[in-house]
């Protein structure tokens, strides 16, 4: 059988280096899929149907036919399909049928960015289809075109931010197009999630409410990357039933996935001395050159604009030195650039003519690029649903074409690459959102009575009880009056400008340059101190500056342009107290419950790193306590089970009741989280292996195979820890960061989106305790996913541990790039034994 294409790549990118160096760790050879076409539905209007037929798409897919169908004949409906499958024709056809067939029915597309709107917007004006008057209106539109818009558009495209800020609060202004609303496009759909997707779902219900005020009722069309439960998640977020087409039709070519570990840096430690690897980042210049000299069509995704900027000039370097001409086919693809600019580059990759693209993760959202040769993905973009809509751009038909997962520094990227059934066989995840988190409720619901009084009956789409309670608040603050008929808005100001739907609100920070004066960005108030403190390097757009002031009390981060070579990375100490809890599960000597946590963090410092992830300094910060209010998941372990009674009993020591004598070190902590801003791709390298350890490193414990912790030794309880009091603050510590790394795997969200406490004793359990918390006042869902996968999640963060070969700790484990006790006290076998017991005790109450 000839060796596919995909398979000659991965050769060729992995020639020259020694078996024992061998940097894959899995190889999948995924098979093709050939078209299923459709009839063109019999109520399409000709005018529609000949323009897309000139525009080459000769029929339907079974798939668009479907949910363009459903649309047509008034039912909600989510598209899930998988990247490159012309979800787009699916909303296209239905209402532009109808505009050309002279209905006055007005339609509304929402997408997540700009340039997806503006995208698609071209897309639908080359059609040239008469009767159809489409345009945009965002943040780029010039106020002498609004009007005009608002009087004479009937297909508007926009985004949630101009919706929330610039129509619904002016609805009065839309009452026509309101009237003759039939339709609401809601485009990749699948990335609102967290604290944004829960701002966007009650936004949605403001909309149908003003829709129904004046006397409208669209049809809701979803368009989304393939997810799990994509109609129960599309009518979560929009509030009304949803019927699902999830059945891709479209053609796919077949693709060899393969996942790499980065190889091990002899000459380079870490923090605290641990072990350093090649960055991702660099791993992927190379990758991406080799695959270039190919004549493959590469693109690369990275987590950072910096990242990718620093690939492709990685890339290109060595190209160069094999050949000039070849370093100008790579370039960097980042935000910012003119809608031409994009254009220009599609259709240079496409032609041939440029063969490698760096691209941060923003370009997986819509753009015209697929049927490539190569793609590489640096790191796990933080969902199934991201890592298959960006592998999704490589496979032509008729030839295989590769794929390539290049591990990250972290302890879910080293556990993917050891489990590849967890990357390349499990369901893709439903995005996690919650509407009834009264910080985002409160705002939402203070906007929408700003906008028409709100009745009783209308409470139920808001969240009911919920809804009331922040009613009674908002009422208390005198903000809006209950009367008989509901509630009213009572201010003269409208509360739009001050509620941030991507944030959790309040006045934001500026980012400023000092020299001259231009405002380069905003900063939530709750990450500023994490993510502009003095001397943090701040990204903008591809370029760098270094913060030379933060003012709180102004709302100001002042900084100047600098490109150092070397990123910061902040440092925090946290604490937490329980303040109630909903949910529990006692499992003999092990509790996880699930409940409401104040959490109180300091910025106290930075690291400054190289990318290569050598530590070159720590520098102390003096910044102010902030306070948060949220949901967090936590477990609890017996003094008994731990074996610190049992050591205490044979010391004669003190009752496993009070305190440890290390108190001073039992409450390690890692960083509150924040969008740092810093370059995602720098971390300090790690010292990864495969499954074959056995069980915890350097203790001389054996590990049963059930994963229920070491076998009893001499005087041990049976399936406890076996620890000594000393070494129980490190443990907890470990497994901690570990279970913040490999949360992820189960809830939707990215690492720097929670946080941890661990202790040796937490006043409010009155035991050892373990916290993983959102990062978002009142939560965005995480600790409900982690509460509710308890044992798969922490089975997972026991395996990623003991499947790394480094001796005490590295990046790939257990230590956190977050840190603010600087990684230590950091007891990897302790972090195995403790899991172990956690999970002996919940597997035999059948938690």
């Given at each position: ?32 899929r ?15 149907v ?25 039912r ?12 787009s ?6 209402v ?32 040239d ?16 075109e ?135 980042g660099a791993?992927?210049s ?33 190209l160069?030195?094999v050949d ?52 590489v ?7 199934l ?22 591990a ?22 439903t ?32 969240g ?5 309670e ?116 006692d ?13 109180t ?26 306070s ?7 477990y ?47 971390g ?12 915890p ?22 399936g ?5 009091p000393a ?30 406490v ?37 089975a ?41 017991t ?10």
């Open positions: 059988m000839d060796e596919s294409r995909g398979r000659r790549l991965l050769r060729r990118v992995t020639a020259g280096i020694p078996s024992r160096e061998q940097p894959v760790t899995h190889v999948a050879d995924l098979p093709g050939a078209a299923r076409y459709a009839e063109w539905p019999s109520w399409a209007d000709p005018a529609v000949a323009a897309l037929r000139d525009c080459g798409v000769s029929a339907p897919w079974a798939h668009q036919a479907e949910a363009a169908s459903h649309a047509y004949e008034g909600h409906v989510v598209i899930s399909t998988g990247t490159a499958s012309g979800k024709l699916a909303y296209q056809l239905p532009l049928s109808r505009l050309a067939a002279g209905e006055k029915a007005n339609a509304l597309y929402l997408s997540p960015t700009k340039a997806l709107g503006a995208d698609q917007l071209r897309a639908v004006s080359s059609l289809v008469p009767g159809v008057r489409a345009a945009a209106f965002d943040g780029d539109t010039p106020m002498v609004r009007d005009w818009v608002r009087a004479h558009a009937n297909w508007v495209f926009t985004n949630p931010d101009m919706l929330h800020r610039g129509i619904l609060s002016a609805h009065g202004r839309w009452a026509t197009f309101f009237r003759r609303l039939g339709c609401v496009v809601v485009d990749e759909c699948h990335g609102y999630r967290g604290v944004f997707g829960s701002h966007v779902a009650l936004l949605l219900r403001r909309l149908r409410r003003v829709a129904e005020h004046y006397g409208a009722s669209p049809v809701f069309v979803l368009a989304s990357a393939t997810t799990a439960s994509p109609a129960s998640f599309a009518s979560r977020l929009t509030g009304v039933p949803c019927v699902a087409v999830t059945e891709d039709a479209s053609p796919r070519g077949a693709r060899t996935v393969a996942l790499w570990e980065p190889p091990l840096l002899e000459e380079l430690t870490g923090e605290n001395g641990a072990p350093v690897r090649r960055s991702a791993e992927t190379r990758i991406l050159a080799d695959l270039v000299l190919e004549g493959a069509r590469s693109l690369a995704f990275i987590r950072s604009r910096r990242g990718a900027e620093l690939a492709a000039l990685g890339a290109r370097r060595i160069s030195e000039p001409v070849l370093s100008e086919t790579v370039a960097a693809y980042r935000s910012g650039y003119l809608p031409e600019e994009r254009r220009a580059l599609e259709a240079a990759l496409l032609s041939g003519r440029l063969l490698g693209v760096a691209t941060t993760n923003a370009l997986e959202l819509g753009v015209d690029i697929a049927g490539l040769d190569a793609v993905l640096a790191g796990y973009p933080g969902t649903a991201s890592f298959w809509q960006q592998a999704g751009r490589a496979g032509r038909s008729g030839d295989s074409a590769l794929v390539v997962f290049v990250r520094d972290d302890p879910l990227d080293t556990y993917l690459v050891h489990h590849p059934e967890a990357l390349l066989s499990r369901p893709v995840e995005a996690v959102l919650d509407p009834a988190n009264p910080y985002v409720l409160a705002p939402q619901l203070a906007c929408a009575v700003a906008e028409l009084p709100l009745t009783l009956p209308e409470l139920e789409v808001f009911g009880s919920a809804a009331q922040v009613l009674a608040e908002l009422a208390e603050q005198k903000l809006v009056r209950r009367r008989s008929s509901g509630w009213y808005w009572t201010s003269r100001d409208r509360p739009h400008a001050e509620v941030g739907i991507r944030g959790t609100g309040g006045e934001q920070i500026a980012v400023v340059e000092s020299d001259s004066g231009r405002m380069l960005g905003t900063v939530d108030p709750g990450s500023a101190c994490f993510a502009v403190h003095p001397g943090a390097v701040y990204l903008h757009q591809g370029s760098s500056y270094v913060v030379d002031e933060l003012d709180l009390d102004q709302g100001l981060a002042l900084v100047h342009a600098e490109n150092p070579d070397w990123t910061t990375t902040p440092r925090e100490i946290v604490d937490i107290s329980v303040l109630s809890t909903q949910e529990k599960q499992c003999g000597g092990v509790s996880v419950c699930l409940g409401e946590v104040a959490v963090s300091q910025v106290v410092g930075y690291l400054r790193r190289r990318p290569s992830g050598e530590v070159l300094d720590h520098t102390p910060l003096d910044m102010p306590e902030q948060l209010r949220t949901r967090a998941v936590w609890t372990v017996s003094a008994e089970l731990l074996g610190i009674e049992e050591t205490r009993r044979r010391a004669g020591g003190r009752s496993a009741a009070e305190p440890a004598e290390t108190d001073p070190a039992t409450a390690v902590r890692s960083a509150v989280v924040g969008d740092s801003g810093a370059d995602g791709e720098v300090t390298g790690g010292h990864r292996v495969g499954t074959e350890s056995a069980g490193v350097g203790t001389g414990e054996e590990t049963q195979a059930n994963g229920r912790g070491p076998v009893r030794e001499g005087g041990r309880t049976p406890g820890a076996g620890l000594v070494r129980v603050p490190g443990a907890l510590h470990a497994a901690e960061h570990a279970a913040i790394g490999l949360l992820p795997l189960f809830a939707t969200c990215d690492r720097w989106d929670i946080g941890g661990s202790t040796a004793w937490h006043e409010d359990t009155g035991e050892a305790t373990v916290f993983v918390h959102d990062g978002h006042p009142g939560g965005a869902g995480f600790a409900e996913r982690g509460y509710a996968a308890i044992v798969p999640w922490l997972a963060t026991r395996e990623a541990i003991v499947s790394c070969e480094c001796p005490t700790g590295c990046p790939s484990c257990v230590q956190s790039p977050k840190c603010g006790n600087g990684n230590e006290p950091l007891d990897k076998a302790g972090a195995v034994a403790v899991l172990g956690v999970l002996g005790a919940l597997r035999q109450h059948g938690a």
